[in-house]
């Protein structure tokens, strides 16, 4: 019983680093993106940006496509 709840508790935790890592991912795509299109981002920015959950980063990043200025990419 021990055994199963420490596996139970290893892929959980793995889970969780992969979800995190791919969050990390994406935040760092999003940002080189806007800096590419933008320039370089102010530590505000760049904060909200690490700071995102995952259905913000993908919002943010659809409206990157079609935005003219950062504002328009968070919403403002």
Do not use: N, S
């Not at 795509?29 to 690490?50: C, S």
Request: glycine share 10%; no cysteine; hydrophobic share 35%.
């Amino acid at each position: 019983m021990l055994r199963e709840t420490v596996k139970e508790w290893t892929q959980q935790w793995l889970e969780e680093g992969r979800q995190q890592g791919r969050q990390e991912g994406e935040a760092d795509l999003l940002q080189e993106q806007l800096e590419h299109k933008f320039g370089p981002l102010d530590e505000g920015d760049r904060l909200r940006i690490r700071k995102a959950d995952r259905p913000q980063l993908l919002a943010w990043g659809k409206r990157l496509l079609t935005a003219q200025t950062l504002a328009e990419v968070f919403g403002e």
